[in-house]
């Protein structure tokens, strides 16, 4: 199992440009999630998922969009980044219930 | 409106003694807790959590207690080692909501 998997690692961006953020799970894990952490402000959770087809918003979802059309992948996409976006992104997933979950590594985003 | 709070940013403690990590939230809807622990460069890994019909959750050297009148929770570490410097993150959320909302985190080091 490689658990929850992220690229890129690192990503510099211009402001405006677009890029995705690809997570992938490979634990069968109906639950997916983004967070993104910035210094003194914890985890915020940007935008999660309960299962294929289904995404709703989380504290911080503005300039992001998410879908997810398999189990496994939960993409963010940044369609117009913004220096406010600099920060270090999380996906994480679990299964159903009151269980931990499993993060990934993060992507660390600078956008000039 | 910061929900779940972490008001110490840090803590140090001897190696062998008791660490003490500290977590209070707003939200009464809130009624399951969760304590992550996150290395530099990688992402949070779970650690314990407690559900709101408990008070006490214990897991080898690790123990979260939760006071639900104070709307507080507690994390302790005995005897503590220095592989547990690292910051810890609480988290809260409400049964069939699926969003967890983490505090701002505690850097431990734990000296030898």
């Known amino acids: 199992n490689a658990g929850v998997t992220q690229t890129p690692k690192f990503q510099v961006l211009k402001t405006g440009q677009s890029m995705t953020l690809q997570c992938a799970q490979d634990?069968?894990?109906?639950?997916m999630s983004w967070y993104r952490q910035d210094p003194g402000m914890g985890l915020r959770l940007i935008h999660y998922s309960v299962g294929a087809g289904i995404t709703d918003q989380g504290e911080v979802p503005n300039g992001y969009n998410v879908s997810r059309s398999t189990t496994e992948d939960f993409p963010l996409r940044l369609l117009s980044a913004a220096p406010s976006q600099t920060s270090v992104y999380f996906c994480?997933?679990?299964?159903?219930?009151?269980?931990?979950?499993?993060f990934g590594p993060g992507t660390r985003l600078t956008v000039l | 409106d910061q929900q779940v709070k972490q008001n110490s940013p840090s803590l140090s403690v001897q190696e062998g003694r008791i660490s003490i990590l500290n977590c209070d939230y707003t939200?009464?809807?809130?009624?399951?807790f969760l304590w992550y622990k996150k290395y530099p460069a990688e992402g949070p890994t779970f650690l314990i959590s407690i559900s709101s019909i408990k008070d006490k959750n214990e897991d080898g050297r690790f123990t979260v207690f939760l006071n639900k009148s104070a709307k507080h929770l507690s994390l302790h570490i005995v005897p503590s080692q220095p592989g547990d410097s690292a910051v810890y993150f609480c988290a809260a959320t409400t049964s069939g909501t699926y969003k967890y909302i983490f505090g701002t985190g505690t850097r431990l080091k734990v000296l030898a």
């Open positions: 939200n009464s809807m809130f009624d399951y």
């Open positions: 994480a997933s679990s299964p159903p219930g009151r269980v931990g979950q499993f």
């Open positions: 634990m069968n894990h109906e639950y």
